[in-house]
């Protein structure tokens, strides 16, 4: 294990013991972010270091990342997806004690892209969770939601590690249905995302986006790519994922909960992935490589913006016009651009990724391909209608703040990073797909 | 928390932390006003109000109701609009949705599923409109001494289309084109019938939605905020305050405090600093004098229109021999009038009179034909745009054609308007004349007017109005100058129009003064008074355009050889008055540069009315704050920003002050009136104005609704209004305070206007500079806070290069003095 | 219209003559471009010019490429969108003066000044889907354009819904195409696919999703029922989408994929007779509308369901005349709507009389018993929207909320006793919510 991964491990454990230590949540939010964005860029040199030479151990993740290099860019991912929930996280209302758990989290979901040995996947598989459970655990009504997330959450990490042993021992198909079971509850596919729904009713925002945005299980998933499964299996699974996506992508549009709105918009989106994974063209799984990040990263931005609002105007109701852009421009602006580049918009690379993800998979399964199309239509209404409801409207009785500096400041980072690739996809596509690592390995 | 607000005084500051530090007094300041923090009452004014059934039930059933009964209104209501009308509408709302909704295979929507069978029961047991309403309030459990509000509630959900249902009803002879039979109870009847339908549909749905509330904890957090920001201002501390009850006293007080009652106050605040501003203007005005003269060559008489002021003010710094006078625009003439080219007479008379006479211009050589095949074409065309096999002929045919007006109409408007208006009416306009008299005793024709105005009348008209604005003294030319605008563009353009002239333009009524005037019968009954005119005297009638500053003259050729040099002068001087008029109007556009001179400014003005583009073709009276009836000497040379109704009233001559209380009688509402309309029309746009224009959309030539369907919007457009001060009608009359109270005490119209406040009303001693404002119930003397006023050459110095609203300012070029009369 | 973004989301207040100089300047320009190309291509007497970019982005043996074509089709309808947006701006930058959603509106139109031109462009399908959802997205903002009030922001989401699911039958046709012929580009002038393999079905199905991609983008029967919602936002806006550019997108897509209608005359006898049923629907319903936006939307709505029979019968130059024709004559009528009650005067005035009640000519067809009749269905727009709202939609809502009950079921399944005051609070807390 070279220097750089233990620092790019141990920051965010740090910043979570020091965020822990905080009298107030801001002084904690300074700490969590900046040890993110410390780990956010030092996790940029593994696709750098990478490049330079494939066999230096400068990152443990090197001999997977040659075979898909998507995951050199994890670690990254996973940390700047983090960085954006703490920094985005609303002062009003949070403890110090919650930045300290999106920063476990984060150092767990760290530990997964970044180790991928099966002892420390397995491990930092449950240790993940812990803390969303501590979380809930207090504030959820009757302990509903936090019993829910352990019933569902045990038999994941009992699932992914069995799975990780088993695989660990040679490809064999029953450790890899275990690890698929196991990783696909955390990925809330349906009809095992129940636990979701109840965590982004109780826990604060920027913890479910910790735990979820990254989908740190296609990270998994995508390291394990040499052991492929029975045409069968994976047809089924496929399958699974696509109805999750039009499934969710149809609660989506009738949710009159904005939180619960935003969590099937996660679901549908992951589902799409899914079936992405599951196919072998390359193009396809290009696309859901790239999905998976545009996707975690916009809806992470998008969710955080919901969170900002809600620090404004408390938990908000899609029942009716309830808002006011002229009082909130630019969130209402980054709200909805970042919902729609993580359904598709053009000129941002969520176009790039559904157009992949959608040509790739139709070749092999035209019907699924259908159904792609109908789950990305019915989310990009989910989103409008969530825009219409949460910035039309009467204004209220008090003004409310537009964008602060520091909100502003991220939205613009991530909407950056959306926008310009949307506008240059080579760079995207070239990092994300197989082709670079195949022509490195001639 | 920590810190104090910006803008606390260092005293304040010190006051507040004591000897210790800062955020210790803060932290203990907020921490005692929370322990003092009462409970704190939620109001309910966040939530959107609910009228009639919808606020009794908490049932959400306007959203139901209003789409279908617009649809109906609009449909039953409409002048033209549709290419099919509604069957059975001459039997009135009620029974024609009865024949329409009773029909099998109704509209799909589950809640008017039962509608057809409600409809039916209705016919059969309760056929009148007044029986059906009481089945329904009956049925909806409404008890009977709550009928009065309820029905009051309900009509006012829709209360544009219910108030165009009761107009309509009450004075079917201003529909635009023909009313059909309209009755309010009908009306009512249709919307409860819906509105019971919806209600059941909703209540076999479930309960219903509880209204949204504040939360209380907010409320509170929001008082306690107030508290503690002002008492840092106040520098009052934590110790201060814990005394005894104080910190709840405090806290009480500002509840106390509450937004209507800090609106009042500001409202009366911004009232008196424009009172006093305008009021000493005038005083030092007066007090500064002006020179003595020689009496005035020409006269000319405006509307008292605010728009006007402008125009007589210039017209005096060019011309100093002129002599101006202000009087409601439609000069004593109450006629319906029927131009060359209209196919119906319009009223042109304020509003309040129902004009009995009827003027027709009559083309001089041989009779005029109506219309031409050219224009039928045009129409045919038109309706055929709207239709399946003819529109595709249309639109595919002449379709591309129309690039042209279009690319015209959007890049240069000026010159397009032009091209069209010559198209149009290329052939010219022939001459004509008013037909005026009518034989002594001659019956009403058939359409119910009497044509024309007897000699006596005419005579009456003619001294009513000379007598009042103390034009007694009238010879050589006097002009008479009625007013109106046109504008493309936009469906409020009668808005713009001469108030007193009904919302039409006054230049006819003009015409037909002067006409009056001159007639020899007229001449020799006034002789027979005292009202005698020297030779050469001639009256005449001449139209402004208020919106491009065009001026018009009528009648040129009877004028005699002896006035045409005057009337050529003023024409000269007119000419140059318009240009500065349109000059002085183009500051408030902020499309115009500051820096375009008279003539770019009258380009301006005439681009901005033909511009189908431009939703503000003029401000009209968005500027109109006050008004002053009496001699103009007193108020000539000054700058008065357009923001003054003028009324020329001598009360030298009016011992009795009898002419004084008519004048008020007539010009108090009107004036009143427009100020209000924009007044309201600025404060809630919302509610008593009609919102922007730019989502408008006319419906059944009647007026505007918002975008797709909405209720019908009454009131005045933001576009118009937003410039407006909203201050009440500073209302300043050349009178004793004691002559003032015994005139509106004795007549209880005026009474309402000035004892409940709606207008401010100052007494301006005709003696001496002393002026009184009413206040309270009684007049109080105004205390002039300075005795400076500016003092500039011409009205170019004082406004160029600014777009706010101006003071008062002395104009040496208008002193010049006109009439040596007063 | 990115410069446009970008300024104004890091500055607070840009002036409106700085919005308008960027708008004017990219319009302007790019119409003088169109009409330079036109020029040239009338000069050298060419028919078609294809403008590889390149290949915009690839993997493996899928490649994005950007090609665009300029033909007699598209450089007539690029010339005149671009101009026409120009002149709405002009137009706009007068009627929206102090507006304060001045730079929103302009941003909008910009959106929909590349979208339009995307699309008309377009070498190839993909390219025309992303235009296609630029244009839906900026008309749904501008019917939402008026953001305080109820009703235009419903109408709103009733267009962006109507689109997007429309939208769905475009994207399909891409993936579509890409799954059975391997490329969605237009290859010569007429449009006719690469290498289409034409058996029978694929084209079927690919025309079918064509056309329902049209349906929703120009307010065809059955899904029609926006257009007249959408006359919310403000005339401008109103006329270059309603009345101009936006709602003749579907025929021209329709124009771009001529072959394939001519390929299948299953696919044509579709085309007309939605064109067919349209063109009833709008004369009918339109004949009892009462306010000049509604009536003008369904008279857009009666000749575009004409210019549809058109294409579905060959027709292709006519259609393209009927199409610009009747875009300029329709924008020039809906921006002279509020001048309607001066301009009824002066008909009056040329008339010379009252005006003729025109309704006669339907009165003579229709038999006396069924007026009435036939006049409720017309003013209840057709009962579509009813049937379309109460007996497709609903049915998926309350589905929806059988299984959010079920959900909400299954997660107080899991719920332990009650705890005590905490508890209590975030209960009250929750129910508020719920209700709410």
Same mark, same amino acid.
């Given at each position: 294990m070279s220097l750089l991964t233990l620092a790019y491990l141990l920051l965010p454990a740090v910043g979570a013991l020091l965020a822990n230590q905080a009298t107030d949540v801001r002084t904690a939010r300074r700490v969590g972010a900046g040890f993110l964005a410390a780990a956010t860029l030092i996790a940029s040199t593994a696709p750098v270091s990478l490049l330079l030479a494939?066999?230096?151990?400068?990152?443990?993740l090197s001999k997977v990342a040659s075979r898909d290099p998507a995951l050199a860019w994890a670690p990254a991912f996973v940390s700047l997806v983090s960085f954006v929930a703490v920094a985005m996280t609303?002062?009003?209302?949070?403890r110090p004690a919650s930045i300290a758990r999106m920063m476990a989290v984060a150092a767990a979901a760290g530990g997964v892209v970044a180790m991928p040995h099966p002892a420390v996947v397995a491990i930092a598989w449950a240790l993940g969770a812990v803390p969303v459970w501590l979380e809930l655990r207090r504030a959820s009504e009757r302990g509903a939601s936090a019993r829910m997330f352990a019933l569902y959450m045990l038999p994941s990490a009992g699932l992914v590690a069995s799975g990780c042993f088993l695989l660990s021992d040679g490809g064999t198909l029953t450790g890899f249905v275990v690890l698929t079971v196991g990783l696909a509850i955390r990925e809330a596919v349906m009809p095992l995302h129940s636990w979701l729904l109840a965590a982004v009713d109780d826990a604060p925002m920027g913890l479910v986006v910790a735990f979820?945005?990254?989908?740190i299980g296609v990270a998994v998933h995508l390291s394990q790519n040499d052991i492929l499964p029975s045409a069968g299996v994976g047809e089924a699974m496929a399958i699974i994922s696509a109805l999750t996506a039009v499934g969710a992508a149809f609660m989506g549009v009738f949710q009159s909960n904005a939180r619960r709105a935003v969590a099937y918009l996660f679901i549908s989106q992951s589902g799409l992935v899914g079936v992405g994974l599951e196919t072998s063209s390359e193009v396809a799984r290009t696309g859901a490589t790239l999905t998976w990040m545009t996707v975690g990263l916009a809806s992470a931005g998008f969710a955080m913006a919901l969170a900002a609002l809600e620090a404004r105007r408390g938990r908000q109701s899609l029942e009716r016009p309830a808002g006011s852009l002229a009082e909130t421009p630019r969130l209402a602006a980054a709200f909805l651009v970042l919902g729609l580049a993580s359904v598709g918009l053009p000129a941002t690379v969520g176009f790039v990724a559904e157009d992949l993800l959608m040509q790739g998979t139709v070749g092999q399964f035209p019907s699924l391909g259908l159904m792609m199309v109908a789950a990305t239509a019915l989310n990009g209404v989910t989103v409008v209608k969530a825009f219409f409801a949460l910035f039309n409207g009467t204004p209220a009785r008090n003004p409310k703040q537009d964008l602060l500096g520091r909100e502003r400041l991220v939205l613009s980072l991530v909407l950056a990073c959306l926008v310009g690739l949307g506008l240059a996809p080579a760079l995207a596509t070239r990092a994300a797909g197989p082709s670079h690592a195949a022509t490195r390995s001639e | 928390m920590r810190a104090f607000q910006p803008g606390v005084s260092e005293a304040a500051r010190r006051a507040v932390t004591g000897d210790g530090a800062a955020p210790e007094a803060l932290a203990a300041l907020w921490q005692t006003l929370e322990r003092a923090l009462p409970d704190v009452r939620v109001s309910d004014s966040g939530a959107p109000a609910a009228d009639g059934i919808a606020g009794r039930t908490?049932?959400?059933v306007s959203e139901l109701v209003h789409p279908t009964l617009i649809r109906l209104c609009a449909s039953f209501l409409d002048?033209?609009?549709?290419?099919w009308r509604m069957p059975g509408k001459e039997q009135g709302l009620l029974r024609a949705v009865r024949d329409l909704y009773?029909?099998?295979?109704?509209?799909?929507e589950p809640w008017l599923r039962r509608l057809p069978a409600r409809l039916a029961a209705q016919a059969a047991r309760t056929p009148a409109a007044e029986a059906t309403v009481v089945a329904l309030l009956e049925e909806l459990e409404i008890p009977e001494d709550d009928w009065q509000p309820f029905i009051t509630a309900t009509l006012l959900s829709l209360r544009g289309w219910a108030g165009m249902m009761h107009q309509l009803e009450l004075r079917?002879?201003?529909a635009p084109v023909a009313s059909p039979p309209t009755r309010l109870m009908d009306y009512l009847a249709v919307q409860l019938s819906l509105e019971a339908e919806a209600l059941a549909y909703l209540r076999r749905r479930g309960p219903p939605a509880p209204a949204p509330r504040e939360d209380p904890r907010e409320a509170q957090e929001r008082l306690l905020y107030a508290g503690f920001v002002l008492a840092q201002h106040a520098g009052i501390s934590a110790a201060a305050l814990a005394r005894g009850d104080r910190a709840a006293r405090w806290l009480d007080a500002l509840a106390g405090f509450d937004e209507l009652e800090r609106r009042r106050l500001l409202h009366l605040a911004f009232e008196r600093r424009h009172r006093v501003e305008v009021l000493d203007g005038l005083r030092n005005h007066a007090r500064a004098g002006r020179p003595e003269a020689p009496p005035a060559r020409i006269r000319a008489v405006f509307c008292?229109?605010?728009?006007e002021e402008s125009t007589r003010r210039h017209l005096e710094e060019v011309l100093p021999e002129v002599e101006t006078f202000g009087y409601?625009?439609?000069?004593g003439v109450p006629m319906a009038y029927e131009g060359l080219d209209d196919v119906r007479p319009t009223p042109r008379c304020p509003v309040v009179i129902d004009p009995r006479h009827l003027v027709v211009e009559e083309p001089l050589d041989g009779p005029h034909e109506h219309g031409s095949a050219v224009g039928r074409l045009r129409h045919g065309v038109a309706i055929s745009g709207q239709t399946m096999v003819r529109g595709s002929v249309v639109s595919g045919a002449l379709g591309l054609a129309t690039v042209v007006p279009l690319i015209g109409r959007v890049l240069f408007p000026r010159t397009s308007e032009r091209i069209s208006h010559a198209v149009m009416h290329g052939v010219g306009v022939p001459a004509t004349r008013l037909a005026l008299e009518r034989p002594e005793g001659a019956p009403a024709a058939a359409d119910g007017y009497l044509h024309g105005f007897t000699v006596e009348e005419m005579s009456g008209i003619v001294q009513v109005v000379l007598q009042t604005s103390g @034009?007694? /003294?009238?010879?050589?030319l006097v002009v008479f100058v009625g007013h109106g605008s046109h504008s493309l563009n936009?469906?409020? /353009?009668?808005?713009?129009?001469?108030g007193a002239a009904g919302g039409g333009p006054g230049g006819p009524n003009a015409r037909a003064f002067a006409t009056m005037a001159n007639h020899p019968g007229v001449r020799g009954r006034l002789a027979q008074g005292w009202l005698t005119f020297p030779e050469p005297t001639w009256f005449v009638g001449a139209s402004h355009d208020?919106?491009?500053?065009s001026m018009i003259y009528y009648? /040129?050729? @009877?004028?005699?050889?002896?006035v045409q040099a005057d009337l050529r002068i003023f024409k000269a001087a007119m000419e140059e008055a318009r240009r500065r008029d349109a000059h002085e109007r183009c500051?408030?556009?902020?499309?115009?540069?500051?820096?375009?001179?008279p003539e770019g400014a009258l380009a301006h003005a005439e681009a901005r009315t033909a511009?189908?583009?431009?939703?503000?073709p003029e401000l009209g009276h968005a500027t109109n704050a006050v008004c002053i009836i009496g001699r103009r000497s007193r108020t000539r040379?000054?700058?008065?920003?357009?923001r003054a109704f003028l009324v020329s009233y001598d009360p030298t001559r009016d011992p009795d002050r009898s002419r004084l209380a008519a004048l008020l009688e007539t010009v108090g509402p009107v004036g009143a009136g427009i100020n209000l309309e924009y007044y309201f029309s600025f404060v809630d746009s919302t509610g008593y104005g009609c919102g922007t224009k730019l989502p408008h959309n006319i419906v059944g030539l009647l007026g505007v609704m918002?975008?797709?369907?909405?209720?019908?919007r009454t009131g005045l457009p933001w576009q118009m209004v937003?410039?407006?001060?909203?201050?009440r009608l500073l209302t300043i009359v050349e009178a004793e305070p004691d002559e003032l109270t015994a005139i509106v005490s004795a007549r209880p119209g005026l009474a309402r206007l000035v004892v409940n406040g709606w207008i401010q009303v100052v007494a301006w001693s005709p003696s001496t500079d002393e002026l009184h404002v009413f206040d309270g119930g009684a007049f109080r003397p105004h205390r002039p806070e300075t005795d400076q006023l500016p003092v500039v050459k011409a009205s170019m110095d004082v406004y160029r290069g600014h777009r706010e609203h101006l003071p008062p300012t002395r104009v040496t070029d208008g002193l010049a003095p006109g009439g040596g009369a007063w | 219209m990115l410069i446009l973004a970008v300024l104004l989301w890091f500055f607070d207040d840009v002036p409106e003559a700085v919005i308008w100089a960027v708008v004017a300047t990219a319009f302007g320009g790019a119409t003088l471009a169109g009409l330079a190309t036109a020029g040239g291509m009338v000069v050298h007497d060419v028919d078609e010019v294809r403008v590889p970019?390149?290949?915009?982005f690839s993997v493996g043996h899928y490649e994005f490429e950007v090609a665009l074509v300029l033909d007699r089709l598209s450089v007539p309808f690029a010339v005149f969108g671009t101009g026409l947006v120009g002149l709405v701006g002009a137009f706009s930058q007068r009627y929206l003066h102090?507006?304060?959603r001045f730079a929103r509106f302009f941003l909008l139109l910009s959106v929909l000044g590349a979208g339009v031109v995307l699309v008309v462009l377009a070498g190839s399908l993909d390219l025309i889907f992303m235009g296609w959802e630029l244009v839906g997205l900026s008309s749904a903002l501008l019917v939402a354009?008026?953001?305080?009030?109820?009703a235009p922001v419903r109408h709103g989401l009733r267009a962006f819904i109507t689109y997007r699911l429309c939208d769905a039958g475009l994207l399909s046709a891409v993936v579509w195409l890409h799954h059975t012929a391997g490329t969605s580009a237009f290859v010569d002038v007429s449009g006719q696919w690469a290498s289409?393999?034409?058996?029978h079905v694929p084209v079927v199905t690919a025309g079918l999703f064509i056309l329902l991609a049209t349906l929703g983008k120009s307010a065809?029967?059955?899904?029609?029922?926006w257009l007249p919602r959408?006359?919310?936002?403000?005339t401008t806006s109103s006329a270059i989408f309603y009345g101009a550019l936006s709602i003749h997108l579907g025929p021209y897509l329709l124009l771009r994929s001529a072959t394939l209608l001519e390929a299948s005359p299953w696919v044509a006898g579709a085309v007309f007779t939605i064109g067919l049923l349209t063109a009833l629907h709008g004369t009918v319903v339109g004949r009892?509308?009462?306010d000049i936006k509604s009536a003008l939307a369904y008279a857009s709505m009666t000749q575009v369901g004409v210019i549809f029979m058109e294409i579905a019968l060959g027709l292709r130059f006519l259609a393209l005349v009927h199409v610009v024709g009747h875009a300029s004559y329709r924008s020039l009528q809906i921006l002279r709507s509020p001048s309607l009650l001066h301009d009824q005067h002066n008909m009056e005035r040329a008339v010379g009389?009252?005006?003729?009640?025109?309704g006669g000519h339907l009165e003579r067809l229709v038999p006396r018993a069924l007026q009435p009749w036939l006049y409720r269905l017309a003013l209840e727009r057709g009962y579509l929207d009813a049937v379309l709202v109460h007996f497709v939609v609903a049915p998926f809502a309350r589905l929806a909320r059988l299984l959010d009950r079920l959900e909400r079921a299954w997660l107080s399944a899991f719920a332990g006793p009650p705890e005590g005051p905490r508890a209590q609070a975030v209960e009250t807390s929750q129910d508020i919510e719920a209700s709410s």
């Open positions: 494939a066999d230096d151990p400068l990152w443990a609303p002062a009003v209302g949070t979820v945005a990254p989908q | 908490g049932y959400a002048q033209g609009v549709a290419y009773t029909r099998p295979m109704g509209p799909p079917p002879d201003r008292m229109d605010d728009r409601a625009g439609f000069f @034009l007694t /003294e009238a010879r050589g936009n469906p409020h /353009e009668g808005a713009y129009q001469c208020t919106g491009d500053d009648d /040129e050729d @009877l004028i005699p050889e002896a500051r408030r556009f902020m499309l115009a540069p500051l820096d375009l001179d511009d189908l583009a431009q939703p503000r040379g000054l700058f008065l920003d357009r918002d975008g797709h369907a909405s209720d019908l937003e410039i407006h001060e909203p201050v | 970019l390149g290949t915009w102090r507006e304060a354009f008026f953001d305080h009030r109820p289409i393999d034409v058996t065809q029967v059955p899904l029609g029922g959408a006359m919310e936002g403000p009892v509308q009462s009389s009252a005006l003729p009640h025109p």
